[in-house]
Nanobody, 127 residues
Framework: VHLVESGGGLVQAGGSLRLSCAAS????????IGWFRQAPGKEREGVSC????????YYTTSVKGRVTISSDNAKNTVYLQMNSLKLEDTAVYFC?????????????????????WGQGTQVTVSS
């Protein structure tokens, strides 16, 4: 199982980035893909998730309305479109896959629920 994130970079506040998570080595369908982020000195936190079988999504409060998660099952890729970026969005962003826990619209994805992780991509928002 292999997850590879891309699309991070340096962007000014108010700008946009689209992160990609390309998956290989497992059946993409019927899995939950989550996006997490970890800022320096802070714990890794759930940002968003999507169930690839029914497109149920979740967004944490701090990104709701600014971030959209989507899945292209044919490409085994999940995207995280981030708009109106803020300084506090600066972090390493990780995608992860879970075979055990569906994505709920009501509950934040938790690190321990995910089985496979990518290496992360840096997002830096400057003023």
């Amino acid at each position: 199982v292999h997850l590879v994130e891309s699309g991070g970079g340096l962007v000014q506040a108010g700008g946009s980035l689209r992160l990609s998570c390309a998956a290989s080595g497992f059946s993409f369908e019927d899995n939950t893909i989550g996006w997490f982020r970890q800022a320096p000195g802070k714990e890794r936190e759930g940002v968003s998730c999507i169930s690839t079988i029914d497109n149920t999504t979740y967004y944490t409060t701090s990104v709701k309305g600014r971030v959209t998660i989507s899945s292209d099952n044919a490409k085994n890729t999940v995207y995280l479109q981030m708009n109106s970026l803020k300084l506090e969005d600066t972090a390493v962003y990780f995608c992860a896959a879970s075979r055990r826990t569906p994505c709920s619209s009501y509950f934040i994805p938790m690190v321990h629920e995910y089985d496979y992780w990518g290496q992360g991509t840096q997002v830096t928002v400057s003023s």
